[in-house]
């Protein structure tokens, strides 16, 4: 351990420099987490406890004065200016943006890209010449001495995340409105609000989730003890998209610290101003001894993977999907994907057109089209796209005005390259709705387009972009068909007055999750679980899901020492008595029902 602290401090990358910057702004130890410093480690542990505080702030409250919350919720829904240079910055060319937001709170920190490996280092396949080694290294050090296992603890740092979302919200709606021009509304709504309800549901739900679960017991069991234990995996690493960074950040990382995890979080470099964000300034709030946060893209998060994690959460597209998953399989480590697909969209001839145009193009354009969920293509007959066409003008219309350029509730595209890619699919000339385009602003009108066929390149990729292609089949049976035709999606929808009609499609097909005559609504719930299927990824979080996510179920039974008696039954020399014994004493019989009620 003493190594590992002094590897820290000297090889690991400029967010631990930046921490001991942040010591001297405020040096105080946390209390709490002396009491779990370990006999053997005490003198690392308490020389960077008292290096590294938790809280950025010592006199701010964990949950703020009323007239700071005040303050906070006015400010919610203002306009976020959106610099030029901001916006020139941003995206993937991996500059660092300018960073106004922070300068007037605090020192600006120095940000740092993550060590680049050599290519000697790249040569090498000993972990020890790895640039992240050392790192995973420390974080593996500090979780065996089970400092993250205590509930208390666990609260700590789920109230510090909660402070971060607190404390920041003008600066994650300044990041999400230079990378991707993300109205304060959709921000504030996908990327903060949700995250908070994450960690309230949490610390209301922490010490429930975490105990004990008594199971049946046979009867040659039936005097022990029979449980399974909540046990964490140990080091987590986290690697998230662009589209939603900090929702997509850190709702994963409160099911890992609610689990009792150390954690790495990786996030997306295509939205440069978040990932700085997340950077430089979370880290200042969480436990540097469990908790760090790693920059970059391709290169990097390949260095990452090659270390050994004891569970990988990965949200993000099917093709890096399968990197991961294949970096982790070297280690066998578990992992959950989280990835896209195309989620269809099928509207029924008895419909109310006007609120499902509302629905659908509210969810195709929140985020400007990059979103997982969003419908990526709807799905009916050429009647029911006759009528349902003039609602969705009208929709379009209605919420982003004649031109949507103008829009301040409009975004843009996350850099150049998504944006080419998006206007390269509306060259098939079936605009029906919008086309606009503009090179320099990354703008892509809301762009409906009817009659597309199969084959057109639209309908064989994931969108995620403004643009909404309209699929005509023959009937209900045939859009099934279409749909199971293809990889199966995050999630399917189906507006219908007529029940039978949604339920049909729900029954029919299959998706990671299901919204009927609605979109995306059903992941505000945080009692539903979230995740995909087949191509869409595997594994599931959200509430209580992502608490299990990271958990090992460990099933335990504990014994009595005496009672050798009844237990000898099990012992050579074996006959038949002693089998027939064991038998009955363990055996699941059938129940049998009563058909008379
Ligand atoms: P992406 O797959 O390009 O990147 C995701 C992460 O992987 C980033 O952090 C990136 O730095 C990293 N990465 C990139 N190349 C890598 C490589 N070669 N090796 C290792 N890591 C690498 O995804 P994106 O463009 O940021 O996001 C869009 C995709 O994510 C879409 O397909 C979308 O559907 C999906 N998505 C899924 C969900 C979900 O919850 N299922 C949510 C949001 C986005």
Known sequence: MERAGEIVQSVISGHFDLRKQQIQEAPYPNEDNQNFACSGQSSVRQHKIQERPFCRDPNSSCTGSAGQQNQRHQSKLQEIPLHDGDRQNSGSSGQSPGYTGQQNRRPQHKFQEPPQASDQQQDSSSSSMNPYAALVDCLRATWLTGKTRPVDYRRTQLEALSRFLEENETEILHALSVDMRRPPFEGYLADISVTKNEVNNALNNLCYWMKDE??????????????????????????????????????????????????????????????????????????????????????????????????????????????????????????????????????????????AANRIVWAKFFNCGQTCLAPDYVICTIETQERLMPCLRQAIRCFYGCNPRDSPDY??????????????????????????????????????????????????????????????????????????SKERPLAAYAFSCDSKVVNRVLDCTSSGGFCGNDCMMQATLISLPFGGIGYSGFGMYHGKYGFDTFTHHRGCLSRCMGLEAINCIRYPPYNQRKLDLMISTTEVRRRSFCTLL
């Not at 987590?236 to 994963?252: D, E, K, M, Q």
């Not at 990932?275 to 200042?284: I, M, T």
């Not at 206007?423 to 990354?442: H, K, N, P």
């Open 411 to 484: 975004g843009r595209m996350i850099n150049d390259k998504h944006f080419q890619r998006i206007r390269t699919l509306l060259e098939c000339g079936r605009v029906a709705i919008g086309g606009e385009t503009d090179e320099c602003d990354r703008y892509i009108a809301p762009t409906v387009m009817a009659d597309v066929k199969e084959w057109e390149p639209i309908m064989q990729q994931e969108v995620f972009g403004p643009i909404l292609p309209i699929f005509t089949v023959r009937d209900l049976d045939e859009a099934i068909q279409y749909i199971n």
């Open 214 to 355: 008594s199971v049946d017991k046979n009867l040659a069991t039936k005097l022990d003890c029979a449980f399974v234990r909540k046990d964490p995996f140990g080091v987590v690493l986290i690697i998230s998209p662009f589209n939603y960074p900090f929702h997509l950040t850190l709702i994963p990382m409160v099911g890992a610290i609610a689990a009792g995890n150390c954690v790495i979080v990786k996030p997306s470099e295509q939205s440069s101003c978040s990932e700085k964000l997340l950077a430089e300034v979370l880290p200042s709030y969480l436990d540097p001894d469990t908790f760090a946060v790693v920059t970059g893209g391709p290169e990097p998060t390949t260095r990452l993977l090659e270390n050994k994690f004891d569970y990988i959460m990965f949200t993000g597209s099917p093709r890096i999907g399968k990197i991961v998953m294949t970096a982790a399989a070297k280690h066998l480590t578990p992992l959950t994907l989280e990835l896209g697909g195309q989620n269809p969209c099928y509207v029924d001839c008895c419909c109310n057109f006007q609120n």
